[in-house]
């Protein structure tokens, strides 16, 4: 397992490394705006599968994605009005939009689904990752299903002991409540608010960094 100290490095370089891994079909433990994360190619069924072992977690619960736009967004799903205006207020940023996929995407995150979960990280690194990876890349909390979410590194290596392993490449940023690493900064430590978007009206599905009722006033304003 390589480590990255993101600080050290800079962005340019790290992403460099990661991309390479990434495309290898490796598994990375990388940094975002509001926790660290598991990341893959999210359209590879081999990748994807590694981050479900890793995490122990239900297959059956569907892993959400990172991209670097909407634009990117729009080549795997459907993007309604209503997702344009949310994005536009409020990404990047710690949002998660459940989105209808589009006909052909089958695979990774996508496979035995019609929803796909995107987000746009307000993080610097992320999105010159996403931008230069060109895909999307799965988002999922770095932690054992059923566990709580540590904010350091090594604090996430000790409690994934064993499956650790599976990861070939970290990106250390330190602690990332006291980095907050988003600007304008967001709470920190919290994972994204998740608001579904596939049927007449949004539904949230998680309140995160992103209180419910700033989601209900952009909505209303837009009504």
């Known amino acids: 397992m390589e480590v990255l ?10 992403v460099k490394n990661v991309v390479k891994e990434l495309r290898s079909g490796g598994v990375i433990l990388y940094p975002t705006d509001t926790l660290y994360g598991l990341g893959a190619d999210a359209l590879s069924d081999k990748a994807v599968g590694k981050i479900y072992e890793l995490k122990g977690r239900d297959k059956r619960k569907p892993i959400h994605a990172i991209v670097a736009d909407i634009k990117m967004m729009e080549k795997y799903a459907e993007v309604p009005d209503m997702a344009r205006m949310l994005a536009k207020e409020f990404l990047p940023g710690p949002l998660t939009l459940i989105l209808k996929k589009k006909k052909g995407v089958k695979t990774g995150v996508a ?8 987000r746009v990280p307000n993080n610097p690194f992320c999105l010159a990752l996403a931008k230069k990876f060109g895909k999307p890349i799965t988002t999922t909390s770095a932690n054992r299903a059923g566990c709580k979410t540590e904010c350091t590194v090594k604090e996430i290596l000790e409690q994934l002991s064993g499956a650790e392993k599976k990861i070939g490449l970290v990106v250390d940023a330190g602690e990332l409540p006291k980095r907050r690493l988003q600007v304008p900064p967001q709470p920190a430590g919290q994972p994204s608010t ?14 995160g960094a992103i209180p419910v009722a700033d989601i209900w006033n952009a909505v209303r304003t837009e009504e």
């Open 5 to 14: 100290n993101l600080k050290k490095q800079g962005i340019t370089a790290c």
């Open 194 to 207: 998740v608001v579904d978007l596939t049927g007449t009206e949004p539904v949230i599905l998680r309140e």
């Open 111 to 118: 496979k035995g689904i019609s929803k796909i979960g995107f």
